[in-house]
């Protein structure tokens, strides 16, 4: 479904994602992690064009997306979820679901009710006024609304109580478990490859480890740069 070789990314003269290749199957829960700083987001952000980029090939079902727009992405199914959720605060959490399915036109917001029963209970409340669990909920909703083929997560977990990482990742299980395909960036390395299928391992813009996901669990070098394990 997504095929990315050769991405780069800088920043000036500072090369943040340097010649990263990697796959996402149809159906697959695939995760990307690392370190603070490592890369992670960038390469999300470039391969939904929302910055510059170079690539030997950047394909998504079949199609070069090298040259396409950002607005053009949804309409064809590839959504992300960025890093601090970026909802519309002034907005109802009505109207931020509202404002997902209007690149598509499509989606039901009953459906998500159904699926976050607490955005249901605040659907009339001004979305900046929700917990940051709240607010993830409606992001990963909202992004819900346009119907996606290939869902793109950036650190859902970031700034939430271990209760409320857990109900998200629950979730996120849930969807992939009804056919939608996920890139997950995660900064929880634990919780990540436990959810995902394979997993790529990013550092100082590199991919230096990638596999199955119970493999990379077991990998030595992983558990203790990541999952806070000794040497021994």
Same mark, same amino acid.
């Not at 995760?31 to 950047?58: F, H, M, P, Q």
């Not at 990013?202 to 669990?217: P, Q, T």
């Given at each position: 479904?997504?095929?990315? &070789? ?8 500072? &090369? ?27 390469? @999300? ?23 396409? @727009? ?82 793109? @997560? ?5 700034? $939430? ?22 890139? $997950? ?23 230096? @480890? ?6 990379? $669990? ?15």
């Amino acid at each position: 479904m997504l095929e990315v &070789r050769q991405l780069q990314v800088r920043y000036g003269g500072i &090369r943040a994602v340097k010649g990263v290749d990697l796959d996402v199957g149809e159906g697959e829960l695939v995760c990307l992690i690392g370190a603070n700083g490592a890369g992670k987001s960038s390469t @999300l952000k470039a391969i939904c064009r929302l910055i510059a980029s170079d690539s030997s090939r950047l394909s998504y079902l079949g199609s070069d997306i090298r040259k396409s @727009l950002v607005h053009e992405l949804p309409r064809r199914g590839l959504v992300m979820v960025p890093e601090g959720r970026g909802i519309f605060p002034q907005l109802t959490v009505h109207e931020n679901l509202a404002m997902g399915a209007y690149a598509r036109g499509g989606g039901d917001p009953a459906a998500q009710y159904e699926r976050f029963p607490r955005l249901k209970e605040r659907r009339h409340q001004v979305a900046g006024t929700l917990s940051g669990g709240e607010q993830q909920m409606l992001a990963i909703a909202r992004a819900l609304m346009s119907e996606p083929k290939l869902l793109l @997560l950036d650190e859902p977990s970031m700034g $939430l109580a271990p209760q409320m990482v857990a109900k998200i990742f629950e979730i996120v299980r849930e969807i992939a478990a009804q056919g939608v395909t996920i890139l $997950l960036v995660e900064q929880n390395a634990l919780l990540a490859l436990e959810l995902a299928h394979r997993g790529y391992v990013m550092e100082s813009g590199e991919i230096s @480890l990638a596999g199955e996901a119970k493999r990379l $669990l077991e990998n030595p070098r992983v558990r203790e740069a990541y999952l806070g394990e000794g040497a021994g």
